[in-house]
Nanobody, 126 residues
């Protein structure tokens, strides 16, 4: 199985940028489609973005499309989320996750992911 550790969260002003990283260990990350989810206080964990095993295909939630970019470096076993134009409503704990099945329509649903990181806090001030 794979272990996932997120980093790169922090406090940023509205309009600013952050880049999150997710380091994978224990198994090669190229075996998994990967995703980012987030959870704000009092809300359900929601889909943010997903990427195919090789990185050629991506999927985004409408709320982040055009502002966030998911990418991966399989040689470094690392997943990224570049977040630009941050808004206060982007404040949440961000989680990376790995799924053993390919990127497809179920990649937006957390129940299809097999492994999760512990999360990293992103806070956007207005």
């Amino acid at each position: 199985q794979v272990q996932l550790v997120e980093s790169g969260g922090g406090l940023v002003q509205a309009g600013g940028s952050l880049r999150l990283s997710c380091a994978a260990s224990g198994h090669t990350m190229s075996s998994y489609a990967m995703g980012w989810f987030r959870q704000a206080p009092g809300r359900e964990r929601e889909f943010v973005a997903a990427i195919s095993r090789g990185g050629s295909r991506t999927s985004y939630a409408d709320s982040v499309k055009g502002r966030f970019t998911i990418s991966r470096d399989n040689a470094k076993n690392t997943l990224y989320l570049q977040m630009n134009g941050l808004k206060p409503e982007d404040t949440a704990i961000y989680y990376c996750a790995a799924k053993t099945t390919p990127l497809n329509s179920d990649s937006r649903y957390r129940r299809f992911y097999n492994y999760w990181g512990q999360g990293t806090q992103v806070t956007v001030s207005s």
